[in-house]
């Protein structure tokens, strides 16, 4: 089972749907959580951290579910420039270092 | 522009020659990371340096692929005797200490190997 895993996708939604991504884990010590955009042929961007309580950034919202070890982010009102790769981010601890672990990215498609 | 900066931003080269990439993070950061990422996959972790010290080498992909950071600021990744297998797009990040997951990516060099 790979560390990180995500639904590649492509989500092809409507302009103003709303659209939700899984990410699903597999060390249950994993410390921290991010999502992060990368649009074609450009690096990754942070998008938001993703806290035990949840978060919400305008639009986007984030949730951890340690539990089930997973974690979502929700887009509300997609618009056309949302269109990118949604990658998820799961920060562990090994040996004193602290490892990133990004998953393969879900491709959202947002058509008019 | 205060943001990562790499270079070369593509390189050509033939099987079993040595490249060099370098990476010069955001000036505050001391935390500096390199991946690499092929096609329709997320970075792969490949290692990270706090200041100059080289926290974890173990992801490294083989013995042919080093890293170094000096002086605690830019840093550089050599591949030596490169294979096609090579050719993806190697990326630098940098962070805070204590925001690991907090990353500001450059734009990547990306590595054709013939």
């Known amino acids: 089972r790979k560390e990180v895993e995500q639904d590649p996708g492509p989500f092809n939604v409507p302009e103003g749907a709303t659209v939700a991504f899984n990410c699903t884990y597999s060390?249950?010590?994993?410390?921290?959580f991010f999502w992060y955009r990368q649009d074609c042929r450009k690096e990754p961007k942070l998008l938001m951290s993703?806290?035990?309580s949840g978060n919400e950034d305008g639009r986007f919202t984030a949730q951890l579910n340690r539990a089930s070890q997973y974690i979502s982010l929700l887009i509300r009102d997609s618009k056309l420039s949302d269109s990118a790769t949604y990658l998820c981010v799961v920060v562990h601890a090994s040996g004193g270092s602290y490892i990133p672990t990004f998953g393969r990215g879900t491709s959202l498609i947002v058509h008019p | 522009d205060t943001g990562v900066s790499q270079d070369p931003r593509h390189k050509i080269t033939k099987r079993g020659q040595n490249v060099t990439f370098r990476c010069d993070p955001i000036?505050?950061?001391?935390?500096l990371y390199w991946y690499r990422q092929t096609l329709g996959q997320g970075p792969e972790f490949l290692t990270y340096?706090?200041?100059?010290?080289?926290?974890?080498k173990s992801r490294l992909l083989s013995d042919r692929f080093s890293a170094e950071r000096p002086k605690g600021s830019f840093s550089t990744l050599e591949i030596q005797r490169t294979e096609q297998g090579d050719s993806a797009m190697y990326l630098c990040a940098s962070s805070f200490q204590g925001t690991d997951g907090e990353q500001y990516f450059g734009p990547g060099t990306r590595l054709t190997v013939t």
């Open positions: 993703v806290y035990s």
């Open positions: 000036s505050e950061h001391n935390r």
């Open positions: 340096f706090q200041n100059e010290a080289q926290l974890e």
């Open positions: 060390n249950s010590a994993s410390q921290s």
